[in-house]
C-alpha cells in the first residue's frame, strides 16, 4: 500500500501534471513531461456504461427506476495488469444532468485521468458517476418514500455492486466521494452520514446548503401549478430549471405519501407558509445539519472544497468553511477566478483527481522512484 501523503504532495504532483500538459501542447508523447518517466502500457483508459440495480430505490413513489445508469472510468492499465486493484472515486453529477455530466458536458474526465497516469507519484483511480436524474431532473441525493433512499443506494448498493464487478480496494481508505452542485450537496450530505464507507471528501461549488426560511406564494406558484403526474412529466422533458428544481426539493425534503399523485407538500399552500414544511427544509440544509455531524466530518482522513468567486453560491459555500473551521474539522478550502461551470474540467484536472491520488490507499504507481532508504 501507498503511504498516504500531505496536502503539498498534491501541489507537487499538480505541478508535474502542468508540465506532462505544457509538453504534450508542445508535441512531446506522454511520459516526457516534468518527472513522468516512460509512459507504461497502453496510454488510454476506458469508459463503460453499466447499470446497477438500486435495492434503496426500490417502489419510489415517483416511478423513477431503480435500476441506474452509471458511467464508469478504468485507468489505462486496468486492462494490462490483471492482479492490480484500484481506489475508487464516487462522483456526483449537479441538478438537471446525468451520468455522462463529467465526460461529455462539463469536463473530459477521461482524457485528464488518462494524461495524469503517467505522471510520476500519481495512483491510478476508477472513478464511478451514477445518474441521479429523476421526474424532477434530479434526487438531491436525499433519503425521500418519494424519491427513494439515494442516500443508501449510493453508500451501499452503487459501492457493493462496484466492489462486486471491478477489481477495487473494498475499504473505507480506498473509497473517495465527490460532487459539483446538487452532487457537492450530495457528497457533503452522505459524507457526513456515512465515514464508514468513505476516507476522503470533494465539494465543488456545493449548492443548497442554506434553507430559505421565509418563502413567498410568487416563489412557489410555478410550483404549485403542476397538480397531475402528465405536468410532471411534460415539466421533466421542459429546458432550464423552473418549477422543476422546486418539485424536486420537496419530493426529496417534504415528501408525503398521503398526497397523490405527485406524493409532496410545498412549502406554500392556497398562499400561506406551512411552518412545519419549512422546518423539514431547514433539517435537510447542511449548514443546519453539520454541527450534528461534526464527529463523523472529523473522522475523514482529508476533505477539501472549492468555489469560483463569480459563484453564485459563494457565499453559502464561506459559510460552510466558517463552520467546518469552527468545529475545528480539518478540511482545505479555495476560491478560484470561475463561475458555476466553467472550470469545471480544469478543476476536476488539476485539483480533485490529484486530490484523491493522495489521500486514498492504493498500490505504488509503477513509475515512482524506490524510497530511499
Known amino acids: 500500500m501507498k503511504a498516504i501523503t500531505s496536502l503539498a504532495c498534491v501541489a507537487a504532483l499538480i505541478a508535474g501534471m502542468s508540465g506532462l500538459l505544457d509538453a504534450q501542447a508542445r508535441g512531446a508523447a506522454p511520459g516526457q513531461g516534468r518527472g513522468g518517466g516512460a509512459a507504461r502500457g497502453p496510454r488510454a483508459g476506458t469508459v463503460e456504461r ?55 458536458r462539463l469536463a473530459n474526465l477521461a482524457a485528464a485521468a488518462d494524461a495524469l497516469a503517467p505522471v510520476q507519484g500519481f495512483s491510478e483511480l476508477i472513478v464511478v458517476i451514477p445518474n441521479a436524474f429523476t421526474l424532477y431532473k434530479g434526487s438531491m441525493y436525499s433519503n425521500s418514500p418519494t424519491t427513494g433512499d439515494w442516500e443508501r443506494f449510493i453508500a451501499e448498493d452503487l459501492v457493493a455492486d462496484i466492489d462486486g464487478r471491478y477489481r477495487t480496494y473494498a475499504t ?3 473509497r473517495g466521494l465527490a460532487g459539483h452542485s446538487m452532487g457537492g450537496y450530495g457528497a457533503l450530505r452522505i459524507g457526513m452520514k456515512r465515514p464508514d464507507v468513505f476516507s476522503s471528501l470533494y465539494f465543488m461549488s456545493s449548492c443548497c446548503l442554506s434553507a430559505n426560511r421565509t418563502p413567498t406564494a410568487e416563489s412557489m406558484a410555478d410550483a404549485a401549478a403542476i397538480t397531475t403526474r402528465a405536468q410532471a412529466e411534460e415539466l421533466m422533458g421542459a429546458p432550464g430549471f423552473g418549477a422543476a428544481v422546486t418539485l424536486a426539493s420537496a419530493a426529496a425534503w417534504s415528501p408525503n405519501p398521503k398526497n397523490p399523485p405527485l406524493f409532496l407538500d410545498l412549502p406554500v399552500r392556497d398562499g400561506k407558509v406551512r411552518p412545519e414544511i419549512v422546518a423539514k427544509w431547514v433539517a435537510n440544509a447542511p449548514l443546519e445539519m453539520i454541527e450534528q455531524h461534526a464527529e463523523n466530518l472529523t473522522k475523514y482522513y482529508a476533505i477539501a472544497m472549492d468555489i469560483g468567486t463569480a459563484d453564485g453560491l459563494l457565499a453559502t459555500n464561506r459559510q460552510l468553511h466558517e463552520a467546518m473551521t469552527r468545529l475545528r474539522i480539518p478540511h482545505g478550502y479555495e476560491e478560484y477566478d470561475g463561475d458555476h461551470n466553467d472550470k469545471v474540467g480544469e478543476r476536476i484536472a488539476r485539483h480533485v483527481l490529484p486530490f484523491f491520488s493522495k489521500n486514498l490507499a492504493a498500490p505504488a504507481n509503477p513509475s515512482s522512484p524506490p524510497p530511499q532508504p
Open 50 to 104: 453499466i447499470t446497477v440495480h438500486g435495492k434503496a430505490l426500490e417502489g419510489n413513489l415517483e416511478g423513477d427506476s431503480p435500476d441506474r445508469e452509471v458511467t464508469v472510468y478504468l485507468p489505462p492499465s486496468y486492462a494490462q495488469d490483471q492482479a492490480r486493484r484500484y481506489p475508487v472515486v464516487y462522483l456526483l453529477h449537479g441538478y438537471g444532468l446525468r451520468d455522462d455530466d463529467f465526460t461529455t
Open 172 to 174: 473505507r481508505m480506498s
